[in-house]
């Protein structure tokens, strides 16, 4: 009986550190849409660069610290997403993220031209913010 008792004690002991607690964690991202128009890029003093702003305050200083912040452009509207930094044709695409505003940047890439090729057509740009799981 005794031995009978062990055992039984022993699968039990087993049984439960075999078991594991698994925390679900739902993903909580946001995307957003906004469009450049042709006129909204603004060439920098020296030429070199054509800049256009997006604002908006979801991308908050939590936001800015924590969390994932990818950046997608659709050339001409045309529902082919390309996520920057890009170079396309000797066009660079990059940009920068700070509180409130993503600026988008537009530069030739091997500088024969100073001044790079400003869209003449509608940008969508698609912002995808990623909530960190800390």
Not at 6 to 16: A, N, Q
Not at 49 to 63: E, M, Q
């Amino acid at each position: 009986m005794k031995k009978f008792t062990i055992l039984m004690l022993c699968m039990v002991t087993l049984g439960l550190a075999s078991c594991k607690k698994e925390a679900l964690v739902t993903p909580n991202n946001l995307t957003i849409i906004k469009f450049i128009n042709p006129n909204d890029w603004q060439s920098s003093a020296n030429r070199f660069t054509l800049s256009a702003s997006i604002l908006d305050s979801r991308i908050d200083l939590r936001t800015l610290e924590d969390d994932g912040i990818l950046v997608y452009v659709s050339r001409g509207d045309n529902g082919v997403y390309e996520q920057l930094p890009f170079t396309y044709d000797t066009q660079a695409y990059s940009y920068a993220v700070s509180e409130g505003r993503i600026d988008i940047d537009l530069q030739s890439s091997d500088f024969q031209e100073a001044i790079p090729d400003r869209p003449s057509t509608v940008t969508r740009v698609k912002i995808v913010l990623i909530e960190s799981y800390q």
